[in-house]
């Protein structure tokens, strides 16, 4: 019995049935196979071609299987297409040496954790209720301060109640500072309020986005158009860097500097911890794995191992996609692209399918493509990550691992953090989150047994550090790429000592994920994470073709990109898209 009291024994039991594991599950036939890994076959080919599917969704993050779910549940045929072996994007996991890691889901706000929730009610919309939530310790996260640099060791708590965040923050400022961390917390919401017409504008078709949606727009300029740095000073009245920098010490949450970041994107992924932080019980993948079977249950197909080449294009309108495996063109009316936009518009559409496409975007995106990406402004990739997976063997709580995240900074001032480390890669890690998904999930002992936990931990690096290996095949990188993981590798450990000391010594597993691992899991490029960086030029100056509609009839855009960063910005994508394409599905 999982120790979350929003979850019935019997309850429990039923989903723990539902979690994905590859073996089948009892009570299922020897040739069951997990909704989320159908592989692309002669046989699944076939049913994909006879069920002549109402929409194709290439990519199958949580934008897709969300566009995917409800689309189906109201009767369309649908057809989606992982790149990968498994389905899920981000969201899925992976077990090695009888440990579990999540790659890209690490907690959720939203206040889940209540059946009242929206966006608890979306999730259950999208997996047919399948998935509950484990709720993190309180707080959530603490941001540690380890005294590098200039500014003393601390560590400050933000807790789901954010009133006693608020107050246990004050208690340790000067008065002048204390006015400035209310003022912050007093602008959350109404940030969040004047995004409205930015997120609607977003889901109209194009005549209309530029003509009514303008104005409806206007509201929003003053928060997305504006650096997180210059609104906290100019609007806030926050000078103290101190402050500055406890506030923005979740920067690594959309990978951007405050100075070059929206206001609106901090703001809103800020403000969506309120309540707490959550975990799926089953792991990440289980959000995936629900999603699938409801798309599965209503008709629809997902296939993985089924990298599409191109999406096809006649007489100015998009059919269909083509596979790259074997050249076989799956047609229909709408395609909807969850790969990203620079996938969609650089990869997936030949030169002469997006002559209608704004220019100024597509040159922006080649240019920061080839470009200097250190300030990753602009039209840029987001940034990189290092991922170090470990497995212990012990409970992670035993060892002094909670069920909080821990932000690890040198000094609270990440300007000079990040300048410092991309100037020398010897310096000081200017951030590092840590976290246990063993603490977090509920169900990790029942499944891997009571001596056994991981932990996560995760830095940014530089691209181009690693860019000379990236033709090589995984595990054939050579000496130098492997003597490079284990500098990164003892970096990371480094930090993860200093902070959580116990687990020296209790070291079982442990495996170094690089930029270039995720360009072979996620089909990205650059080794990033979060799509396109959330700076101006995305969130603003682009809006118009970062929307649902494209300038391509039938073609059709979902997942980060459309939205922020985050798997529940990918979710309410999601339903931005379905809303487009299906009017009544928005309604309902």
Same mark, same amino acid.
């Given at each position: 019995?999982?120790?979350?009291?929003?979850?019935?024994?019997?309850?429990?039991?039923?989903?723990?049935?539902?979690?994905?594991?590859?073996?089948?599950?009892?009570?299922?036939?020897?040739?069951?196979?997990?909704?989320? $890994?159908?592989?692309?076959?002669? /046989?699944?080919?076939?049913?994909? #071609? =006879?069920? &002549?599917?109402?929409?194709?969704?290439? !990519? *199958?993050?949580?934008?897709?299987?969300?566009?995917?779910?409800?689309?189906?549940?109201?009767?369309?045929?649908?057809?989606?297409?992982?790149?990968?072996?498994?389905?899920?994007?981000?969201?899925?996991?992976?077990?090695?040496?009888?440990?579990?890691?999540?790659?890209?889901?690490?907690?959720?706000?939203?206040?889940?954790?209540?059946?009242?929730?929206?966006?608890?009610?979306?999730?259950?919309?999208?997996?047919?209720?399948?998935?509950?939530?484990?709720?993190?310790?309180?707080?959530?996260?603490?941001?540690?301060?380890?005294?590098?640099?200039?500014?003393?060791?601390?560590?400050?708590?933000?807790?789901?109640?954010?009133? $006693?965040?608020?107050?246990?923050? /004050?208690?340790?400022?000067?008065? #002048? =500072?204390? &006015?400035?961390?209310?003022?912050?917390? !007093? *602008?959350?919401?109404?940030?969040?309020?004047?995004?409205?017409?930015?997120?609607?504008?977003?889901?109209?078709?194009?005549?209309?986005?530029?003509?009514?949606?303008?104005?409806?727009?206007?509201?929003?300029?003053?928060?997305?158009?504006?650096?997180?740095?210059?609104?906290?000073?100019?609007?806030?009245?926050?000078?103290?860097?101190?402050?500055?920098?406890?506030?923005?010490?979740?920067?690594?949450?959309?990978?951007?500097?405050?100075?070059?970041?929206?206001?609106?994107?901090?703001?809103?992924?800020?403000?969506?911890?309120?309540?707490?932080?959550?975990?799926?019980?089953?792991?990440?993948?289980?959000?995936?794995?629900?999603?699938?079977?409801?798309?599965?249950?209503?008709?629809?197909?997902?296939?993985?191992?089924?990298?599409?080449?191109?999406?096809?294009?006649?007489?100015?309108?998009?059919?269909?996609?083509?596979?790259?495996?074997?050249?076989?063109?799956?047609?229909?009316?709408?395609?909807?692209?969850?790969?990203?936009?620079?996938?969609?518009?650089?990869?997936?559409?030949?030169?002469?399918?997006?002559?209608?496409?704004?220019?100024?975007?597509?040159?922006?995106?080649?240019?920061?493509?080839?470009?200097?990406?250190?300030?990753?402004?602009?039209?840029?990739?987001?940034?990189?990550?290092?991922?170090?997976?470990?497995?212990?063997?012990?409970?992670?709580?035993?060892?002094?691992?909670?069920?909080?995240?821990?932000?690890?900074?040198?000094?609270?001032?990440?300007?000079?953090?990040?300048?410092?480390?991309?100037?020398?890669?010897?310096?000081?890690?200017?951030?590092?989150?840590?976290?246990?998904?063993?603490?977090?999930?509920?169900?990790?002992?029942?499944?891997?047994?009571?001596?056994?936990?991981?932990?996560?931990?995760?830095?940014?690096?530089?691209?181009?550090?690693?860019?000379?290996?990236?033709?090589?095949?995984?595990?054939?990188?050579?000496?130098?790429?492997?003597?490079?993981?284990?500098?990164?590798?003892?970096?990371?450990?480094?930090?993860?000592?200093?902070?959580?000391?116990?687990?020296?010594?209790?070291?079982?597993?442990?495996?170094?994920?690089?930029?270039?691992?995720?360009?072979?899991?996620?089909?990205?490029?650059?080794?990033?994470?979060?799509?396109?960086?959330?700076?101006?030029?995305?969130?603003?100056?682009?809006?118009?073709?970062?929307?649902?509609?494209?300038?391509?009839?039938?073609?059709?855009?979902?997942?980060?990109?459309?939205?922020?960063?985050?798997?529940?910005?990918?979710?309410?994508?999601?339903?931005?898209?379905?809303?487009?394409?299906?009017?009544?599905?928005?309604?309902?």
């Amino acid at each position: 019995m999982p120790r979350n009291p929003l979850l019935s024994e019997e309850v429990a039991k039923e989903h723990f049935n539902h979690l994905a594991h590859t073996e089948p599950n009892e009570g299922n036939s020897p040739d069951w196979k997990p909704p989320h $890994r159908v592989r692309y076959s002669k /046989k699944t080919s076939a049913q994909a #071609e =006879e069920m &002549k599917p109402d929409v194709i969704i290439v !990519g *199958s993050g949580l934008g897709s299987l969300t566009t995917g779910s409800l689309l189906a549940q109201r009767g369309w045929k649908v057809l989606i297409l992982e790149q990968h072996d498994q389905a899920g994007g981000c969201l899925h996991t992976f077990e090695e040496k009888g440990y579990e890691f999540d790659v890209g889901l690490h907690y959720i706000g939203g206040m889940v954790g209540s059946r009242w929730s929206s966006l608890r009610k979306m999730y259950d919309a999208v997996t047919g209720g399948r998935v509950e939530w484990c709720k993190l310790d309180d707080p959530y996260d603490s941001a540690v301060c380890t005294g590098e640099y200039e500014d003393p060791a601390d560590s400050i708590h933000f807790y789901g109640d954010y009133g $006693r965040t608020e107050r246990e923050l /004050k208690a340790k400022l000067t008065p #002048e =500072e204390a &006015k400035q961390v209310s003022s912050f917390f !007093g *602008s959350l919401n109404f940030t969040v309020v004047r995004m409205a017409g930015w997120l609607v504008a977003k889901c109209m078709p194009i005549w209309l986005r530029r003509t009514v949606g303008r104005v409806i727009e206007l509201p929003s300029a003053g928060v997305l158009n504006v650096t997180t740095a210059d609104y906290m000073k100019n609007t806030l009245n926050i000078t103290s860097k101190k402050v500055h920098g406890i506030l923005t010490y979740l920067f690594g949450d959309y990978g951007l500097m405050p100075s070059v970041s929206s206001w609106a994107v901090h703001a809103v992924v800020f403000n969506h911890w309120r309540g707490g932080g959550f975990y799926p019980y089953g792991g990440s993948s289980a959000l995936a794995m629900g999603a699938c079977e409801v798309i599965r249950q209503n008709g629809g197909l997902i296939l993985v191992n089924s990298r599409v080449k191109r999406i096809v294009v006649e007489n100015g309108k998009a059919v269909g996609v083509q596979m790259e495996k074997d050249g076989k063109v799956f047609r229909a009316k709408r395609i909807v692209s969850d790969v990203g936009a620079r996938n969609t518009f650089l990869r997936l559409l030949e030169p002469e399918d997006i002559v209608k496409v704004d220019k100024s975007f597509i040159s922006e995106l080649k240019q920061d493509e080839q470009g200097d990406l250190d300030n990753k402004a602009g039209m840029a990739p987001s940034c990189a990550l290092l991922n170090l997976f470990i497995g212990l063997d012990a409970p992670a709580e035993a060892l002094g691992v909670p069920a909080t995240n821990a932000w690890v900074v040198p000094g609270w001032d990440h300007e000079k953090n990040l300048e410092k480390f991309w100037a020398d890669d010897a310096a000081e890690l200017p951030v590092a989150f840590i976290g246990s998904n063993s603490a977090k999930d509920f169900s990790y002992e029942k499944r891997f047994g009571k001596n056994r936990g991981s932990i996560m931990v995760l830095a940014p690096v530089e691209y181009k550090w690693f860019k000379k290996w990236e033709a090589n095949r995984v595990h054939a990188r050579g000496d130098d790429y492997d003597t490079l993981k284990a500098h990164w590798e003892e970096k990371l450990l480094k930090k993860l000592f200093q902070v959580y000391p116990k687990v020296k010594g209790h070291i079982t597993y442990k495996d170094l994920g690089t930029p270039l691992s995720n360009n072979y899991y996620l089909g990205v490029n650059h080794g990033e994470v979060y799509g396109l960086t959330h700076s101006l030029d995305r969130c603003w100056k682009h809006r118009d073709v970062l929307s649902v509609h494209t300038d391509i009839p039938g073609l059709y855009l979902t997942g980060q990109d459309l939205m922020t960063a985050g798997v529940s910005a990918a979710l309410m994508a999601g339903v931005m898209t379905v809303g487009a394409i299906s009017k009544p599905v928005l309604a309902s």
